[in-house]
């Protein structure tokens, strides 16, 4: 059995400005974490990315309103366990007296080695 190394731990902000959605919050900080790295490891080692695995954890202040399945859909490769946890900021307009919803995303990638 090959062993799981961590190779990358990134971290990423995402807003939803005036939707109040969740979901689209939570994928926009995946994007942030994702356009912040650079995993050159693959191609320099010959790694296959399908062969990682992703832990990714999202934190909002309601995380049963992230669609996790469609956050999964944004990411590029490997093996994702997914999970969304109390945590991240609601900040209510005070003109509107709507929510902006941000969500912080955390991404640990791991390779066999």
Not at 38 to 63: H, K, M, N, W, Y
């Amino acid at each position: 059995m090959t062993a799981m190394k961590r190779i990358m731990l990134e971290m990423g902000t995402g807003n939803a400005l005036h939707s109040a959605d969740y979901t689209k919050a939570a994928i926009r900080a995946v994007q942030d974490a994702m356009h912040h790295s650079s995993l050159t490891v693959f191609r320099s080692l010959g790694i296959d990315p399908a062969t990682a695995t992703i832990d990714l954890t999202l934190a909002a202040q309601e995380p049963e309103k992230i669609d996790l399945a469609k956050v999964l859909e944004t990411l590029p490769f490997g093996s994702v366990k997914p999970k969304a946890v109390h945590g991240g900021l609601n900040v209510v307009d005070e003109t509107t007296g709507d929510p902006v919803i941000i969500v912080n995303a955390g991404l640990v990638v791991r390779v066999p080695v």
